[in-house]
């Protein structure tokens, strides 16, 4: 299994997931179709399939224009989602595949749209899987809460894609990791495992490198919002459960206009 990030738009990632065997592929939130069907070219790849995380332009806005370019081509979708040029509708625990090896399981993580889907892909034995969470799960954060609740996040990233294996790649839908993890020092100070992750990540964008994947072992050593069953993380937003503390992040974070320095320099 070979995983290509694509960035596209100002901070937006699509990816291409390759059968290596078969050279198929498929194509995740394909918002610039000519940079992913060159991206495939350049491997000898070719793309028979889409898969769209959520309805928003910036990731399904792409689907019309590669469904013309490559005709056949199948668009999944969240089934409640209503993603645009979507020719095959997906559910949670609908299970697809890529050439011989690549097995997908979509799973419905809902509250950034109501039917946002994550797609869980596996390879070879001894491959780590990997997960493309779109707009539900980013690299230390998470959506915001657009057609749901906090009890929906909750169980988006805590349950749902928490209870995937530690190992477990994360491919998100923004490059917005750097803002996200100097929001999580704001939130826990002390927190080390996150002091280190922003000063490797502001080299990775310093070089011109992604951040991307993570894992969901360090989601849960660095991002809040993943944190939030932690009775300390609680304590210190003031909240007596999960779902008050997601929610009371979510609150800060959109209230949050980035570091004093940055602020300051503003003024």
């Not at 065997?21 to 889409?50: F, R």
């Amino acid at each position: 299994m070979k995983i290509v990030p694509i960035p596209c738009l100002e901070d937006n990632y699509a990816y291409l997931i390759v059968d290596e065997a078969t050279k198929e592929a498929a194509a995740v939130d394909p918002v610039e179709p000519e940079k992913i069907i060159q991206a495939a070219t350049e491997i000898g790849a070719s793309v028979n399939a889409v898969l769209t995380t959520h309805h928003h332009w910036d990731h399904a806005g792409g689907n019309e224009k590669i469904s013309s370019l490559i005709p056949g081509i199948k668009v999944y979708g969240g089934s409640i989602d209503n993603v645009k040029g979507c020719t095959n509708k997906v559910e949670n625990g609908d299970k697809l595949s890529i050439g011989n090896e690549i097995n997908i399981l979509c799973l419905h993580t809902p509250c950034h749209t109501k039917g946002h889907i994550s797609y869980y892909v596996t390879g070879k034995d001894g491959e780590d899987p990997a997960v493309f969470t779109g707009d539900t799960l980013f690299v230390a954060g998470c959506g915001k809460f657009f057609e749901g609740t906090a009890e929906q996040m909750h169980q988006s990233l805590c349950v749902t894609l928490g209870s995937l294996p530690k190992p477990t790649r994360v491919y998100c839908g923004h490059e917005y990791t750097v803002k996200n993890l100097q929001f999580a020092l704001t939130v826990e100070p002390e927190n080390e495992k996150i002091k280190q992750k922003l000063s490797w990540a502001q080299e990775q964008r310093h070089k011109g490198e992604p951040t991307i994947p993570s894992t969901i072992e360090d989601e849960f050593e660095t991002n809040p919002f993943m944190r939030v069953d932690l009775p300390e993380l609680q304590d210190k937003v003031g909240a007596s459960s999960p779902v008050e503390a997601i929610g009371e992040v979510r609150k800060r974070k959109d209230n949050w206009r980035g570091p004093a320095a940055i602020r300051e320099s503003m003024l």
